[in-house]
């Protein structure tokens, strides 16, 4: 028997009842004891899935900015700000950038990480490997059309900016204090145990809408 005993969370995260767990789970007071007791099988399995939808803290602040400089040229910038704690390290960044389908050139430049045109697709592959916490980072990227019919509703019609990233903290606030182990048929006691935790968010559907500026 597995006893995962005074998790920490934000008062919001179960309100709603929105959350599974294991079926192995022999109870669950997620209360003010805050204990969770199961029977573990083999291998890596997933104890608990929750989904939150108020009060997420957003790790980063996406900054789309279009200009048009002629008929048939514009400018894109990129802000992305890092708003979490100073002390902790994002990873496995990556942006995906559309552009119009009848781009000619793309001159790119970025503060850090790589960019990348990608004509197939019609994109811009943007990836930073590491990234701290209150950080601030640009891309620019200067775009020469093959024709000369911009207009500020092609762009409203663009798929919008997707982004991916790790993070190694639970953005939802949920954390474990203490892990109780007990089997008491193998002679294991909760001292013979080896316990670490290691926590990780990753996103999901991460979207920002474009912002035109003339």
Request: with cysteine; proline share 6%.
């Amino acid at each position: 028997m597995t006893n995962l005993d005074h998790l920490m969370w934000k008062p919001d995260v179960f309100a709603n009842e929105d959350f599974q767990f294991h079926p192995w789970v022999t109870s669950a007071n997620l209360g003010q004891e805050k204990i969770i007791d199961f029977m573990p099988p083999d291998g890596n399995f997933e104890l608990l899935r929750y989904r939150i939808t108020e009060n997420v803290h957003i790790p980063f602040q996406i900054a789309p900015v279009i200009r048009a400089i002629s008929q048939n040229r514009i400018d894109i910038l990129i802000t992305v700000k890092s708003v979490f704690k100073p002390s902790r390290l994002s990873q496995k960044i990556k942006l995906q950038i559309p552009i119009p389908p009848h781009t000619k050139n793309v001159l790119l430049s970025c503060s850090k990480g790589m960019a990348k045109h990608k004509a197939d697709n019609n994109t811009i592959t943007w990836k930073i490997k590491r990234m701290g916490g209150m950080k601030e980072t640009q891309l620019r990227a200067k775009i020469e059309l093959s024709d000369d019919n911009y207009s500020d509703m092609a762009w409203a019609e663009l798929p919008v900016l997707m982004m991916n990233f790790e993070l190694p903290f639970a953005l939802s606030g949920i954390k474990m204090i203490k892990l109780n182990v007990c089997e008491p048929n193998l002679k294991i006691s909760n001292g013979d145990v080896i316990k670490w935790v290691r926590y990780m968010s990753i996103a999901g559907v991460y979207e920002i809408k474009y912002k035109t500026v003339s």
